[in-house]
C-alpha cells in the first residue's frame, strides 16, 4: 500500500469534524433565535447578534488567513487573493459605521485599497497563482469556501429581492421579514466560508510539517 499524501486525513478525523462543523451552525441558528427572542430592540441591526458575529466570522477567517501566509508561508498567492476577497466583505460589513463615523461610501474607498493591489499581485504573478490554486481546487476547503460564496453573495441576494418579498406578504409586507431572512442565510454563507479557512489552515499545516520533514 503507497503512503498516504500530506493532506490526507482519517474517516474518524473526518467525522469529528462533520461533527464540531454541525454543532457550529446549530450553535449560530440557536444564536439567531435566542437573539430575535431576547433582543428585540437590536435584532438584526449592527448591534445585534446577527451581524456582530458575521464580522467576528470574518475577523476570524482573516486571522486564519494571515497565518497561512505569514506563518506557515503555505500558497501565498492564493491566499492573497482569499485574504483580499474576505477582508473585503469585512469592511463591507462595516458600512454603517464608517459611512456613521466617517464618511458615506467610505468602504468603497478601503475595499479599492484592498483588492486593487492584491488583484495586481496576483495577476503579476499570474504563474505561481496557477500553480497553487492546481492544488486548492482540489481540496475540502475549496469546496466549502465555494459552497459559502453561493450562498452569502449569490442566493442570499436573489432571496433577499424585496420584490419577491412584497409578492409573498402582499399587504402584509414589513422590510424586517426580508431582512432577517437575507441576513440569515448570509452568516450561513460566512459560516461555511470559516469552515473553509479553517481547513485550509490544518491542511497548511500539514503541508509545512510534510515540508519540514527529512
Known amino acids: 500500500m503507497s503512503p498516504s499524501p500530506p493532506w490526507a486525513i482519517s474517516f474518524r478525523t473526518a467525522l469529528l469534524r462533520a461533527t464540531l462543523y454541525t454543532l457550529a ?4 441558528a440557536q444564536g439567531g433565535y435566542l437573539e430575535v427572542l431576547y433582543l428585540p430592540e437590536v435584532r438584526y441591526t449592527e448591534l445585534g447578534f446577527t451581524e456582530f458575529t458575521q464580522t467576528l466570522v470574518l475577523a476570524s477567517c482573516c486571522a486564519l488567513l494571515i497565518y ?3 506563518v506557515l508561508k503555505v500558497w501565498p498567492t492564493v491566499t492573497l ?3 483580499a476577497f474576505i477582508s473585503a466583505s469585512l469592511v463591507r460589513e462595516q458600512d454603517y459605521f464608517l459611512d456613521h463615523y466617517v464618511a458615506d461610501n467610505t468602504w468603497k474607498f478601503v475595499v479599492a485599497l484592498i483588492v486593487l493591489p492584491s488583484l495586481a499581485w496576483v495577476i503579476l504573478h499570474r504563474q505561481r497563482f496557477l500553480d497553487e490554486f492546481y492544488y486548492y481546487s482540489n481540496t475540502f476547503s475549496f469546496g466549502l469556501f465555494a459552497a459559502g460564496v453561493l450562498v452569502t453573495y449569490i442566493f442570499s441576494r436573489l432571496y433577499g ?3 419577491f418579498w ?4 402582499e399587504e402584509n409586507y414589513i422590510r424586517d421579514f426580508k431582512d432577517i431572512a437575507e441576513e440569515a442565510i448570509e452568516l ?8 473553509a479557512m479553517i481547513e485550509l489552515l490544518l491542511l497548511a499545516r500539514r503541508l509545512h510539517r510534510a515540508r519540514l520533514a527529512p
Do not use: C, K, M, N
Open 25 to 28: 451552525i446549530g450553535g449560530i
Open 68 to 70: 497561512v501566509r505569514q
Open 81 to 83: 487573493l482569499l485574504l
Open 161 to 163: 429581492r424585496q420584490d
Open 166 to 169: 412584497r409578492a409573498v406578504l
Open 188 to 195: 450561513l454563507g460566512y459560516s461555511l466560508i470559516l469552515f
